[in-house]
């Protein structure tokens, strides 16, 4: 319970943080020019993302696998 408390007294915290940000650039300007591009996705995310389902895969066997040794015994 006090877990739960701490999540959503942080939560409301920086929730409330953030209604005071100041407003963004409106972007554009005299010259006006391409959009700003966002952040690439490169290979280090892609490493992340494999990386992850291969962990996610192994997770699964191993739970498949206890089951069946506990099923057989």
């Not at 490169?42 to 993302?49: E, K, Q, R, S």
């Amino acid at each position: 319970m006090k877990k739960i408390t701490a999540f959503l007294a942080a939560l409301l915290f920086f929730g409330v943080l953030n209604l005071y940000a100041p407003p963004g650039d409106p972007g554009g300007g005299p010259t006006g020019g391409d959009p700003p591009v966002g952040a690439p996705i490169d290979g280090g995310a892609v490493a992340l993302l494999i990386a992850g389902a291969a962990y996610g895969v192994k997770k699964f066997r191993d739970k498949k696998n206890e089951s069946e040794n506990q099923d057989s015994e």
